[in-house]
């Protein structure tokens, strides 16, 4: 199993295969699956049954070796894959960095959505491949897979931001985003 690098970390040359998707070398990957996102849906009985149901990975993160420690520069790659639970389309948990750092996504494959709230208002932003989407210091931020094949994207953010999971079960995220049939659709926060 691929561990992050213990501190001081010498400097490295990262490779990055775009058509892969994936850092070489390789950091752990995380993988997320629909009983990790409870409480996230807003249709909490078709949640269930989606875990019910296979309990499907929703997403994955690989990261590079970089470790999420002050200071250093960590960078990932997250694959949520194409879906819906009660309309929602599937995207990642969301987190608040508790201390308060930006962060930079570069789109990479499929198509998905950059949803963003700082506690009083919201902002989207469509992500395809090229797309770089910033997320100031102080905005809560969750990926969203808007179209029918996985949606990649890479991250790069200060290790020491943190992931406050608790932030977005608490203040929501302003909106939620899902399939119609000409496409997407934000709708409030319900
Ligand atoms: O942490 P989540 O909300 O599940 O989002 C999934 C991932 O998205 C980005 O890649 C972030 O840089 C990662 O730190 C995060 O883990």
Not at 106 to 132: F, K
Not at 162 to 167: E, I, S
Request: net charge negative; hydrophobic share 35%.
């Amino acid at each position: 199993m691929p561990a992050f690098a213990t501190p001081p970390v010498a400097p490295f040359a990262i490779s990055f295969d775009h058509e892969a998707a994936r850092l070489e070398p390789e950091g752990p990957t995380l993988t997320r699956r629909m009983s990790d996102l409870e409480g996230l849906f807003a249709d909490h009985e078709a949640w269930q049954a989606a875990v019910a149901d296979g309990d499907p990975v929703v997403y994955r993160v690989q990261s590079s070796p970089v470790p999420e420690v002050d200071r250093e520069l960590p960078q990932s790659i997250t694959t949520i894959e194409p879906g819906t639970t009660g309309g929602e389309l599937w995207m990642t948990k969301g987190h608040q960095h508790p201390n308060h750092q930006g962060e930079i996504y570069l789109g990479l494959h499929g198509a998905g959505g950059l949803l963003m709230y700082d506690g009083t208002r919201h902002e989207w932003i469509d992500m395809a491949p090229g797309t770089i989407g910033y997320i100031p210091p102080g905005w809560a931020h969750r990926s969203v897979n808007t179209g029918d094949e996985p949606y990649s994207f890479l991250a790069v953010y200060p290790g020491g931001a943190g992931h406050d999971y608790g932030w977005v079960l608490e203040h929501g995220m302003g909106a939620r985003a899902y399939r119609t049939a000409s496409g997407h659709e934000l709708r409030p926060w319900s």
